[in-house]
């Protein structure tokens, strides 16, 4: 079956241009994740999102970073006026929550961003 | 942000070996572990997982070991393998929130 799909999977942008990054999640999961990893190192947590619940931004570095999640299935990160630093590879994961219980997480292959 | 440091430890096993990576998670509340594989220029895939009313759960090769009391995770590796070779992630959840990764480790395998 299809996992999840990120597009596109490489993007090169001038400082101060927006960028929308996209996350098609697997079908059924309510969970969606957004992670940030630069080279080497681990993963940034970024936002959340899980069902209809209210999603959870602690982790967006700056209000530069927003994101959305339409229907309860695609969802798009937004990174505005981005700055060299915003270089990184962005990893979207998505999961099963069902009855009170998480299940793993199945992580798309990322956008490669590069800020020049 | 959540950030997970900047140098990754390094576990260097030869070929054969048994690997013992390590993982010291923060909320003892949490309920939900898991342990990821990422292979440069890919995105972490999933390895094996286990509940906290759990102590040890064994995969292919591979056996998760989780201890409550001290808040300790282990991903135990038989007779490891070139392809082995990547950084492990443990993560954690609590009660259906997001799951919290930790520092990863580089595992390196030499023959």
């Known amino acids: 079956g299809a996992g999840v799909s990120q597009s596109p999977s490489n993007k090169v942008t001038e400082k101060g241009k927006d960028v929308e990054l996209r996350c098609d999640p697997i079908?059924?999961?309510?969970?969606l994740y957004w992670y940030r990893q630069s080279l080497g190192q681990g993963l940034e947590f970024l936002i959340y999102?899980?069902?209809?619940?209210?999603?959870?931004k602690s982790g967006l570095p700056s209000d530069r970073f927003s994101a959305e999640r339409t229907g309860g299935s695609v969802s798009t990160l937004t990174i505005q006026r981005t700055q060299q630093e915003d270089s990184a590879v962005y990893l979207c994961?998505?999961?099963?929550?069902?009855?009170?219980?998480?299940?793993?997480?199945?992580f798309g292959p990322g956008t490669r961003l590069t800020v020049l | 942000g959540e950030s997970v440091g900047l140098h990754l430890p390094t576990l260097s096993v030869q070929e054969g070996d048994n690997s013992i990576i390590n993982c010291a998670y923060s909320?003892?509340?949490?309920?939900?572990f898991i342990w990821y594989k990422q292979e440069s220029g890919k995105g972490p895939q999933f390895i094996i997982d286990i509940r906290s009313n759990m102590d040890k759960r064994q995969g292919q090769r591979v056996t998760v070991l989780l201890n409550k009391t001290v808040k300790h995770l282990s991903l135990q590796i038989a007779a490891t393998q070139p392809g082995d070779s990547a950084v492990y992630f443990c993560a954690e959840s609590y009660n259906t929130d997001k799951l919290i990764f930790g520092t990863g480790t580089r595992l390196q395998v030499f023959p």
């Open positions: 079908s059924g999961h309510t969970a």
């Open positions: 994961a998505s999961s099963l929550v069902s009855g009170g219980a998480i299940y793993e997480q199945f």
């Open positions: 999102f899980q069902g209809n619940s209210a999603p959870d």
């Open positions: 909320n003892s509340a949490s309920d939900y």
